[in-house]
């Protein structure tokens, strides 16, 4: 039984298991873009719930009914991005490629200061797949996400390929790799949570692949940043949740509330202070993000 927060309907928080919702509360073909970014099997602790399944096949086999629902339930002209660990990709890509159209394999890099591997190569990034429905019919706004073109803003060169020579272009669409920081215990956005997203990622997502007053939903929504960001940028969104310390993040985040059953809500308070003329150390241990624990 899952529980329903809204404020006039622009913003809807679901508390309750995300294939439930996904199957009782959100009817067919009604959202415009959906990220996904969902346990990846691999030990980590989200509040009371473990990232462990018993095999990975069942892993897989659970994935694949969530994603069918949202496939279900996205406009035909609707986009999704999906992620997951790198060792379950090549799984999500082959069962969606049935059955999306899959425009773009995204990698998001980022630099790691936490303990890497040192017997293979470390993780130093995360696996997104940009899939529509329709390949002819989309939405892309080009001009919402362009980034420096070093070749033009930088170099200054001249293109002498056509027949009159000109400037290359001093802005360009971004290509598949990523560069994205992590969220660190000294930004103003972190939230306590093991595997929370930027802010910057779900910005170039949204502006990329939505339309102000458009809906969208992550059925995974942990620190709730792509509600926020929907929120900042027009849209409306629908996110779920099945953790309620992660709901009532949600709920001050997105909703503006300040109590949740009786309990004052606020945003992380965190202890800066320096010890010998070096930072404390805080918050949570990143570690190798994808060595498997269970």
């Given at each position: 039984?899952?529980?329903?927060?809204?404020?006039?309907?622009?913003?809807?928080?679901y508390h309750g298991d995300a294939l439930d919702v996904l199957n009782s509360s959100?009817?067919?073909?009604?959202?415009?873009?959906?990220?996904?970014?969902?346990?990846?099997?691999?030990?980590?602790?989200f509040s009371q719930f473990e990232d462990c399944w018993p095999s990975e096949t069942e892993y897989v086999e659970w994935s694949y009914k969530w994603i069918d629902e949202c496939i279900r339930i996205l406009k035909p002209s609707g986009t999704i991005y999906l992620m997951t660990s790198t060792q379950a990709m090549p799984y999500f890509d082959l069962y969606v490629r049935s059955k999306l159209s899959i425009l773009s394999r995204i990698v998001w890099y980022y630099d790691s200061s936490?303990?890497?591997?040192?017997?293979?190569?470390?993780?130093?990034?995360?696996?997104?797949?940009?899939?529509v429905k329709d390949k002819?019919?989309?939405?892309?706004?080009?001009?919402?996400?362009?980034?420096?073109?070093k070749t033009g803003a930088k170099r200054n060169l001249i293109d002498y390929r056509g027949v009159v020579p000109k400037p290359y272009n001093t802005k360009?669409?971004?290509?598949n790799v990523?560069?994205?920081?992590?969220?660190?215990?000294?930004?103003?956005?972190?939230?306590?949570?093991?595997?929370?997203k930027p802010e910057a990622l779900l910005e170039r997502i949204i502006l990329a692949s939505s339309r102000k007053g458009d809906t969208v939903l992550d059925p995974f929504s942990g620190?709730?940043?792509?509600?926020?960001?929907?929120?900042?940028?027009?849209?409306?969104?629908?996110?779920?949740?099945?953790?309620?310390?992660?709901?009532?993040?949600?709920?001050?985040?997105?909703?503006?509330?300040?109590?949740?059953?009786?309990?004052?809500l606020s945003s992380v308070t965190k202890n800066t202070t320096m010890k010998n003329g070096r930072s404390a150390k805080h918050g949570v241990e990143m570690g190798d993000l994808f060595n498997v624990n269970c």
């Amino acid at each position: 039984m899952s529980q329903k927060f809204h404020d006039r309907g622009d913003h809807i928080i679901y508390h309750g298991d995300a294939l439930d919702v996904l199957n009782s509360s959100i009817p067919t073909e009604s959202v415009d873009l959906i990220f996904a970014d969902p346990p990846y099997n691999i030990g980590k602790r989200f509040s009371q719930f473990e990232d462990c399944w018993p095999s990975e096949t069942e892993y897989v086999e659970w994935s694949y009914k969530w994603i069918d629902e949202c496939i279900r339930i996205l406009k035909p002209s609707g986009t999704i991005y999906l992620m997951t660990s790198t060792q379950a990709m090549p799984y999500f890509d082959l069962y969606v490629r049935s059955k999306l159209s899959i425009l773009s394999r995204i990698v998001w890099y980022y630099d790691s200061s936490g303990v890497q591997a040192k017997k293979h190569y470390g993780s130093l990034y995360e696996p997104i797949l940009h899939c529509v429905k329709d390949k002819k019919s989309y939405c892309f706004n080009t001009n919402e996400i362009l980034v420096e073109a070093k070749t033009g803003a930088k170099r200054n060169l001249i293109d002498y390929r056509g027949v009159v020579p000109k400037p290359y272009n001093t802005k360009k669409v971004p290509g598949n790799v990523w560069e994205f920081p992590r969220v660190r215990y000294r930004m103003d956005e972190y939230e306590k949570h093991p595997s929370q997203k930027p802010e910057a990622l779900l910005e170039r997502i949204i502006l990329a692949s939505s339309r102000k007053g458009d809906t969208v939903l992550d059925p995974f929504s942990g620190t709730f940043t792509t509600g926020i960001v929907s929120k900042k940028l027009g849209r409306k969104s629908i996110s779920i949740e099945s953790q309620e310390e992660y709901v009532k993040i949600g709920l001050r985040r997105v909703l503006g509330h300040k109590e949740y059953q009786g309990e004052h809500l606020s945003s992380v308070t965190k202890n800066t202070t320096m010890k010998n003329g070096r930072s404390a150390k805080h918050g949570v241990e990143m570690g190798d993000l994808f060595n498997v624990n269970c």
